[in-house]
């Protein structure tokens, strides 16, 4: 059952580099993540990928393959024919290190930046109640495993260096409306969300919806209901007189 | 040394997973100056593996269960080898560690009343374990990476700590590594470190354990002078992947087994009926009729088999194997297909849909599952304090995985990331009351300089063998013979192969430059998968029984005799020394709890 299968990947760092051709043997099952570890142990063993659990759980493997944003460990060999040529290029959105592996420190700085949770107190008897259908709206983007995927994918970054200042992309627009679904949350996240990480710049593609690997809806589920939420707050009239009026009294 | 970065604090955590987080999260609110230094990006951690959930004896689902009831569990799953007091402690103080993860953010199941949702799982009395969906790992380690990024706490990230540095009495200093990244050094100066490294699984074959599992933490620890107590009990989950070859080890979560999911041979037997020992018989269903209806009604009714602590499983999934009445890839089929709807898979166990569909293209909703035991937990670890998670070293900490003792020769499902919670708090209290009052000797030159030196000797050495072939041995000498079922023959010769392996690690050659390049991790990794394996093997020579996650065909069942003794790896020279100590004493208040019960 096994072949050879022809794989282009790149290798080079920051200052460079390039696509090299490899050949390398492929057995039933195998995802392009074993393929590449076959080609470290066997032929480059510098080369350079970011793994961990290889079960879709971690989120570390993340790459471009043939130009498409992807899991390299949930990328079976199985989806290509064997005489085509795979392409293995690191997440074009984030500055390379060195080959397959980029440096992703602008989800960090933008996790940094978010309000932090803050809840309200616990009950008397000192639990928290909520129920079920409260936290399942939220629970779906607990399901992130911060691959960043969606951030590499999503044309407000990937095609916009400058917008990386004023725009936290899909994962942490969807972290602000996951914290603003939380039921024991009691911050107003809509400001931040609009003014300083740059909601607005979303246009909804839902590029970054067709990439998750956990297949959350980022755009429908968070991103439009935020906006939706934005939108309320800025523009209906009664809530912008309470706001103006609140504002100059203080 | 001019490209040598340093820094100065109060406690070092090693290790990103929930017992470093944990443990750094406590220091810090203590007002200890802390950092932590983590192989991989933050949020990657194993424990975003974990599945099923967090085992603490809230009474939200039932009313009956209590502390004492978590105790008995604990210890009678550790066949009572576990060291009594971290138990207490654990079942003690998990419900409150769990509690607290809701005011950092977390969102659990919920039951009727909007409490925390309890599962059931393996070896416990009670439906106990804090849960989402079979992701609860993954809840744990966002909720923790995001209230150390609320903290501010420093993070190293993809940073490997590969020496301790201790002062002339032999404290602990600070600790010496590389950043992955630029292949530059580190050096923390500190009077308090905290090991939570996780495991050892890298040195198996078949392993669910992600790249990290290298046994880091109880390698430095010996290097410095702490010593590990109980390394031959290695656990092997019963339900890993089977196939396809390339996801073989990957854990099917016990969840599967505690949500309705049976265990049946070739021939659609439950054979776990027949695997039933005496030791658990008066707890455990006699028929598949009771064993159904404990689902819904546990009061009246005996647990499945299939619940038995994991030990038993993974023993009776091989025994049927080896008779030759296993499945096709040669495991077992785990079924949960014809016995609950397929909108109930989906809803409890997502992540088990998910995975068994992309990498196996089986869909669990419809057809069976294919598994066997698959390298997953080392109960053994650094010997610590169990009030303080201390190790023999002065300022020197271990929690979770790394550290040994609380789980005896077997750990249950769900213990796990209550352990982490509970002792890695506790080791963040300490290390910061230790620096509070100690401050850090002056790192050594000359022990900095021979850090440096044996980091960079793999790419000054030329014509020996890669990293990768002396791993890929070492894991099938441990895979086949350090494995399940141990004899005396077949440890002695992975004891032999494990000496040739290290005098050909010493030889070993890195190509290519230090900026990222795995081939140089891994051969600074390898060390201490020897060191670790050495340790495992010997210690499973000298345990002459058999018990919990150490079973000899030699010397079937347990001993009266060892039921009193831990074994003790230190370090000697190049290789490891073993001694025999005896096993703390229960005090007799809690003795009772197992009188009353029998």
Redo the contacts between chains.
């Keep these: 059952m096994s072949y050879e299968a022809n794989l282009r990947v790149w290798r080079g760092d920051a200052a460079g580099g390039g696509l090299q051709d490899f050949t390398v043997t492929v057995n039933e099952g195998e995802v392009v993540l074993d393929i590449l570890h076959r080609l470290q142990a066997t032929q480059t063993p510098d080369l350079a990928v970011r793994w961990n659990c290889k079960a879709g759980k971690c989120g570390s493997c993340s790459a471009e393959i043939n130009g498409r944003p992807r899991l390299l460990c949930l990328t079976r060999m199985g989806t290509f024919t064997e005489d085509e040529v795979i392409t293995v290029t690191p997440l074009r959105a984030f500055p390379v290190m060195r080959d397959l592996v980029t440096d992703v420190s602008f989800n960090y700085e933008k996790a940094a930046q978010i309000p932090a949770f803050s809840p309200r107190p616990r009950e008397a008897d000192g639990s928290h109640r909520m129920q079920q259908i409260d936290v399942e709206r939220p629970q779906e983007f607990r399901k992130c495993i911060e691959c960043f995927l969606c951030q590499d994918v999503c044309h407000v970054v990937r095609d916009h260096e400058d917008n990386k200042k004023s725009f936290a992309g899909p994962r942490f627009l969807m972290r602000i409306a996951e914290l603003d679904m939380h039921p024991l949350d009691q911050l107003d996240r809509k400001d931040v969300a609009q003014e300083e990480h740059g909601l607005g710049m979303c246009n909804i593609t839902k590029c970054c919806s067709e990439v998750c690997p956990e297949g959350i809806k980022i755009t429908d589920n968070a991103l439009i209901p935020m906006k939706e939420r934005v939108v309320d707050r800025k523009y209906v009239p009664s809530t912008w007189l309470g706001r103006t009026i609140g504002r100059r009294k203080g | 040394m001019t490209d040598l970065e340093r820094h100065d604090y109060d406690v070092v955590v090693i290790g990103a997973g929930g017992a470093g987080l944990r443990a750094a999260i406590e220091a810090h609110e203590q007002g200890a100056r802390t950092a932590v230094v983590c192989k991989?990006?933050?949020?990657?951690a194993?424990t975003?593996?974990a599945e099923g959930g967090i085992a603490a004896a809230m009474g939200n689902v039932y009313k009956e269960d209590g502390w004492k009831v978590h105790f008995r569990d604990t210890m009678r799953g550790g066949k009572m080898l576990n060291h009594w007091r971290m138990a207490q402690l654990h079942a003690q103080e998990a419900p409150d560690r769990v509690?607290e993860l809701?005011?950092?953010?977390a969102?659990?199941?919920?039951t009727p009343?909007?409490?925390?949702?309890q599962r059931d799982f393996g070896g416990h009395r009670f439906a106990r374990l804090a849960h989402?969906?079979d992701?609860t790992?993954?809840?744990l380690i966002?909720t923790l990476q995001?209230q150390t990024?609320?903290l501010g706490i420093d993070v190293y990230?993809e940073c490997t700590v590969t020496k301790l540095l201790t002062a002339a009495d032999g404290s602990i200093s600070g600790a010496f590594g590389y950043f992955r990244?630029s292949g530059r050094f580190l050096a923390l100066q500190a009077p308090s470190v905290v090991l939570a490294t996780g495991g050892i699984g890298k040195s198996y074959k078949v392993t669910s354990n992600?790249?990290?599992y290298t046994g880091d933490g109880h390698s430095l620890a010996l290097a410095a002078g702490a010593t590990l107590v109980n390394m031959e009990f290695v656990q092997f989950h019963p339900t890993g992947m089977v196939?396809?070859?390339?996801?073989r080890g990957?854990?099917v979560t016990e969840s599967v087994r505690g949500d309705g999911g049976v265990l049946k041979n070739s021939s659609g037997n439950r054979f776990m009926f027949d695997y039933i020992p005496d030791y658990f018989r008066k707890e455990t269903a006699e028929t598949e009729e009771e064993a159904d209806r404990w689902y819904t009604d546990k009061t009246n009714n005996r647990r499945p088999p299939e619940l038995l602590p994991r030990d038993e499983v993974a023993r009776a999934i091989n025994s049927e194997v080896k008779a030759g009445r296993g499945s096709p890839h040669g495991g077992v089929f785990l079924d949960i297909a014809s016995r609950r709807d397929a909108d109930y898979i989906r809803k409890r166990l997502p992540?088990m849909y998910?995975?068994f569909k992309?990498?196996?293209e089986v869909d669990i909703t419809a057809e069976a599952m294919e598994v066997g035991p698959t390298c997953h937990y080392v109960m053994g670890g650094v010997e610590v304090d169990p009030e303080t998670a201390a190790a023999a070293v002065p300022g020197l900490y271990a929690a979770g995985e790394v550290a040994g003792g609380m789980h005896g020769s077997n750990r249950l499902g769900g213990n796990s990331l209550s352990d982490l919670l509970v002792f890695g708090r506790r080791a963040g209290t300490a290390a910061a009351a230790h620096a509070a009052t100690t401050s850090a000797a002056a790192l050594p030159e000359a022990a900095l300089q021979e850090a440096e030196a044996a980091a960079l000797a793999p790419f000054q050495r030329g014509g020996g063998e890669?990293?990768?072939?002396i791993h890929?041995e070492l894991q099938e000498t441990m895979n086949e013979l350090v494995g399940i079922i141990r004899t005396e023959s077949e440890v002695s010769q992975a004891l032999k192969q494990i000496e040739e392996l290290k005098v050909r690690a010493k030889a070993l050659t890195?190509?290519?430059?230090r900026?990222?390049?795995?081939?140089?991790h891994l051969a600074l990794d390898l060390p201490n998968m020897l060191r670790v394996s050495e340790a495992i093997a010997r210690a499973a020579l000298e345990r002459q029984e058999s018990r919990g996650g150490h079973t000899r065909d030699d010397f079937p069942g347990p001993s009266d005799e060892w039921a009193k003794i831990n074994v003790i790896c230190t370090q000697d020279g190049d290789g490891i020394a073993l001694s025999r100590k005896p096993l703390p004493v229960m005090p007799p208040e809690l003795a009772e709890i197992f009188e009353e019960s029998a």
């Design positions: 991989s990006l933050l949020g990657k194993h975003v593996m509690r809701e005011d950092w953010g969102l659990f199941d919920r009343d909007g409490l925390i949702s989402v969906g992701r790992g993954l809840e966002r995001q990024v609320a990230m990244e992600s790249w990290e196939w396809p070859p390339s996801v990957i854990l992540s998910h995975q992309e990498l196996a890669n990293p990768y072939t890929a890195v190509q290519g430059e900026r990222y390049n795995p081939g140089w």
